[in-house]
């Protein structure tokens, strides 16, 4: 498969951002920001939770120890990366606080019928359309709380895992089924072969079009014709833009940003 990424950390010590593939797979998982106090529910950071579940779905993605085993649905790999990252805490945490370190993830494989997603929270799945911009699969439901933004850090707290509210992954293993999923078949490209691609999207860089008003014509393009590198340096230069003119929009100033550009293999995986 073809890939090309980049990943570039915030205002935070560390980049707590992940992009993984495999054998017709894909996915980048976004740590979210530990909330005051939260080393009370756990004692890793959100930096050791994102890299565990990361290393826990790859595995599972590329049928580690399951030879000859069909493949996992992106669901189910997810829901049991969970389990077990889950089961490395240990003593001294407690994944059921509703502070336990947290990520977001969007993840695409390969099926026989085209390209299998799963979006959970706020990164983002970009699909090419045929003359038109691309077709964006992401998970809005953390914007839709009630009462409005700026939401309390309470409220966010009781919404986070919880019926009405919004989900992430991390620690509760049923966060899985709540997703946002489903199986696009792949449109077809000028020449008529099928176009495999897709791009993987942290909100560092969804940013460009949901804060800072861009196309996502003009997202995928830049990726098309000058990669996730330069997505990222264009973020970069319109926080800085936006600080200048006093118009920086909510939230951090700079986000941990990743990118990931991909063609899935011509060949159809088993399921």
């Known amino acids: 498969m073809d890939i090309a990424w980049a990943s570039r950390p ?10 993984a593939s495999g054998g ?31 290393a826990e779905l790859a595995a599972l993605l590329d049928g580690v120890g399951d030879e000859g085993a069909p493949r996992l649905p992106l669901v189910s790999a997810l829901e049991e990366a969970t389990v077990r990252t ?29 390209l299998e997603y799963l ?4 990164s983002a799945v970009l699909l090419p ?11 809005d439901r953390l914007d839709h709380l009630p009462g409005g ?6 409220l966010v707290r009781a919404m986070r895992n919880a019926p009405g ?42 940013r460009l079009a949901e804060r800072f008003g861009h196309g996502w014509d003009r997202v995928w393009k830049c990726l098309e014709d000058e990669g996730p590198r330069a997505l990222i340096s264009w973020v970069r230069s319109e926080e800085i833009r936006s600080e200048e003119a006093h118009t920086a929009p909510r939230g951090k100033r700079h986000d941990d940003a990743t990118a990931l550009l ?10």
């Open 86 to 114: 889950r089961a490395a805490h240990g003593p001294g945490c407690d994944p059921d606080h509703p502070d336990a370190p947290a990520t977001t993830v969007a993840a695409v494989r390969a099926v026989p019928d085209g």
């Open 119 to 122: 979006v959970l929270a706020d």
């Open 262 to 271: 991909g063609r899935l293999p011509d060949q159809h995986l088993p399921r």
């Open 165 to 206: 509210g919004f989900w992430v992954a991390g620690s509760r293993p049923e966060a899985a089924r709540e997703a946002l999923t489903g199986v696009r078949p792949f449109p077809a490209a000028p020449d008529g072969t099928p176009d495999r691609r897709f791009a993987l999207l942290t909100d560092g860089c969804t």
């Open 10 to 19: 915030g205002d935070g010590a560390f980049n707590e951002d992940v992009a």
């Open 129 to 139: 359309v045929p003359g038109g911009p691309p077709e964006v699969l992401t998970d």
């Open 24 to 54: 017709g797979w894909a996915f980048v998982l976004d740590g979210a920001t530990a909330p005051p106090g939260a080393e009370e529910a756990c004692r890793h950071s959100v930096r050791w939770t994102v890299r565990r579940l990361a």
């Open 149 to 154: 933004r700026p939401y309390s850090p309470a």
